[in-house]
């Protein structure tokens, strides 16, 4: 099984600032890398899938990056509506075998 | 519009069987695989498996195997999620949510919380 580690687990940052977040796998995983943000209350969103290709209306200020086994997710400037937990997740294989997410990175108001 | 309704809230007990589905609708249901997520209390999200309508093909991550069943119904686009005998640690908000062509997760049910107590 393909372990998917985040960091960091919290990112404090204000409004504007640019965030990065990192997720590393145990084993390479090519591209098939996803993105999901999730509010409190709500059901996850895809953000970013073939790790660089943002999903049907997703703002341009997401940006993903990587191959292999390290992969980020870059908001460039923050708004108040990106406040929120992102995870990552893995579909390395297809058929379907295993795939997994990561812990995730809570991203929070500093 | 595509969408995943999924049902509704449930209490029960120890031992006692439990059956939740997810209905699709807005799109071809059986030709898309529906993938089941855990989210304990507090934590973060688990890939439980995965099937696709069409023939029933079933994946599970060995951490669910044996654990719960996934099942589809393509005849009333619906899946589901079943145990014979629940435990308290299986209390939890459970998500179905369709792969898109690229096999991620793009549509998402809003979810059912399961609360398993005596």
């Known amino acids: 099984e393909i372990v998917l580690t985040q960091s960091p687990a919290t990112l404090a940052l204000s409004p504007g600032e640019r965030a990065t977040l990192s997720c590393r796998a145990s084993?390479?995983?090519?591209?098939?890398l996803a993105w999901y943000q999730q509010k409190p209350g709500q059901a996850p969103r895809l953000l970013i899938y073939n790790a660089s290709n943002r999903a049907t209306g997703i703002p341009a200020r997401f940006s993903g990056s990587g191959s292999g086994t390290d992969f980020t997710l870059t908001i460039s400037s923050l708004e108040p509506e990106d406040f929120a937990v992102y995870y990552c997740q893995q579909r390395s294989n297809w058929p379907p075998e295993v795939w997994t997410f990561g812990q995730g990175t809570k991203v929070e108001i500093k | 519009e595509v969408q995943l309704v999924q049902s509704g809230a449930e209490v029960k007990k120890p031992g006692e069987s439990l059956k939740i589905s997810c209905k699709g609708s807005?799109?071809?249901?059986?030709?898309?695989?529906i993938g089941w997520v855990r989210q304990m209390p507090g934590k973060g999200l688990e890939w439980m498996g995965i099937i696709f309508p069409d023939n029933s093909d079933t994946r599970y991550s060995p951490s669910f195997q044996g654990q719960v069943t996934i099942s589809a119904d393509k005849s009333i686009n619906t899946a589901y999620l079943q145990w014979s005998s629940l435990k308290a640690s299986d209390t939890a908000i459970f998500y179905c949510a369709r792969q898109n062509n690229w096999g991620y997760m793009d549509v998402w049910g809003k979810g059912t919380t399961v609360t398993v107590s005596s």
């Open positions: 084993h390479g995983v090519s591209t098939y």
């Open positions: 807005g799109y071809s249901f059986p030709d898309s695989w």
